[in-house]
């Protein structure tokens, strides 16, 4: 089992940034990737992030690319998203996620975590 602890969520006005935490435990060696997504009220989750432990590139949605920059400490277990010039649309539920392949799609992750809330106010 892993267990993934979301933090760092609030409210924020546009432009602004904000960091948000996933905090790892349990059998870590045996997560590869990890994601983030995000839920906005009567919407899909959708991917935002994502990026391996070990090897290789991270990837992003169209519509943070360039604005958000996910990272990890793997000393930590820990991975990051780092949001810049944020906009009212990025308001949604933010869920960490692991999983054993870098993907877009929720059914490739096995782990999630509970969530933290953004809002970003116009």
């Known amino acids: 089992q892993v267990q993934l602890v979301e933090s760092g969520g609030g409210l924020v006005q546009a432009g602004g940034s904000l960091r948000l935490s996933c905090a790892a435990s349990g059998r870590t060696p045996s997560m590869l990737a990890m994601g983030w997504f995000r839920q906005a009220p009567g919407k899909e989750r959708e991917f935002v992030a994502a990026?391996?432990?070990?090897?290789?590139?991270?990837s992003y949605a169209d519509s943070v690319e360039d604005r958000f920059t996910i990272s990890r400490d793997n000393t930590k277990n820990t991975v990051y998203l780092q949001m810049s010039s944020l906009k009212p649309e990025d308001t949604a539920f933010y869920y960490c996620a692991a999983g054993s392949l870098v993907a877009m799609v929720t059914r490739a992750y096995d782990y999630w975590g509970q969530g933290t809330q953004v809002t970003v106010s116009s």
């Open positions: 990026i391996s432990w070990s090897a290789g590139g991270p």
